[in-house]
């Protein structure tokens, strides 16, 4: 399983991005999806995460009210739209995705937030 991210890009401050991550190869089923990521010199953080069904969401307390994942099973594809960007967004953003119970990272796509 491989995981295809994009989305990201430059941005000024205030403005919006979108990013997008499907995982490609055969598994049978996907459960947990979420969404990383990795300023230069910090750890990598949880940003937002989404159960299988969707009915539950978990952000991080810095993107809370701005982020907001989703996911379409049909595309087996998880969202991260993100507005109100700030400086701070600034790093690579990680997808990460349980399927058949291994969890597979992304290469990482970079978002950077000028002000």
């Known amino acids: 399983v491989q995981l295809v991210e994009s989305g990201g890009g430059l941005v000024q401050a205030g403005g919006s991005l979108r990013l997008s991550c499907a995982p490609s190869g055969n598994f049978f089923s996907l459960n947990y999806m979420g969404w990383y990521r990795q300023a230069p010199g910090k750890q990598r953080e949880l940003v937002a995460s989404?159960?299988?069904?969707?009915?539950?969401?978990s952000y991080g307390n810095s993107v809370k009210g701005r982020f907001t994942i989703s996911r379409d099973n049909a595309r087996n594809t998880v969202y991260l739209q993100m507005n109100s960007l700030r400086p701070e967004d600034t790093a690579v953003y990680y997808c990460?995705?349980?399927?058949?119970?291994?969890?597979?990272w992304g290469q990482g796509t970079q978002v950077t937030v000028s002000s």
């Open positions: 989404i159960t299988s069904g969707g009915g539950s969401t």
């Open positions: 990460n995705v349980l399927a058949d119970a291994v969890y597979y």
